[in-house]
């Protein structure tokens, strides 16, 4: 999906979404993910399949392998759970440092119930405490945000890679 630009969407909506966009960078680029599962609902779906290179005019099975990330709300919990752990993050102990740039957001009202499909493009700017080398991720992310009770809350995204694989050594960071 790519919104018209904000088609349908008053600016106080508009600044709501970008508004929820940055405080979760923030909570990202903290290492706040326990604050995080707040900002999810309990159905959520958090998909980031492998993307393959194709040739002009041949059929994409994006999403159609194993992806990076395929959670839900029990499984998400869990990653973050290992990730708070001492003993289950040894490849992140020192942490890494991310920053999150998130730009070109663009969002609709949702058909189905009350919220908004929201496409938006993010940059992970992430470096190693054990490598002066940074990684580098971009993507394209497809969200659904469902207005509860008067709070934004992520119900599905779609995370498209813009490379066919993970330069980093792992993914111990979300998107």
Not at 22 to 48: H, K, P, V
Not at 52 to 66: A, I, M, T, V
Request: proline share 5%; with cysteine; charged share 25%.
């Amino acid at each position: 999906m790519v919104a018209a630009i904000n088609q349908d969407v008053s600016d106080r909506d508009y600044r709501r979404i970008t508004a929820f966009y940055y405080d979760e960078a923030d909570l990202f680029d903290d290492g706040d993910y326990q604050a995080w599962l707040n900002c999810i609902t309990e159905d959520i779906s958090y998909r980031m399949p492998v993307r393959e290179r194709l040739d002009k005019g041949q059929q994409s099975n994006h999403g159609f392998q194993n992806g990076f990330f395929d959670d839900d709300f029990d499984s998400l919990s869990l990653r973050i759970t290992l990730w708070s752990q001492a003993s289950t993050t040894v490849a992140e102990s020192p942490p890494s440092i991310t920053r999150h740039f998130v730009t070109n957001i663009r969002a609709v009202p949702a058909d189905d119930e009350p919220g908004f499909l929201v496409t938006s493009n993010v940059l992970v700017y992430r470096i190693r405490a054990t490598s002066s080398q940074p990684y580098l991720f971009s993507c394209r992310r497809h969200d659904l945000l469902r207005d509860e009770e008067g709070q934004l809350k992520l119900a599905s995204r779609e995370i498209k890679m813009d490379e066919p694989s993970v330069q980093s050594p792992n993914l111990s960071f979300l998107v």
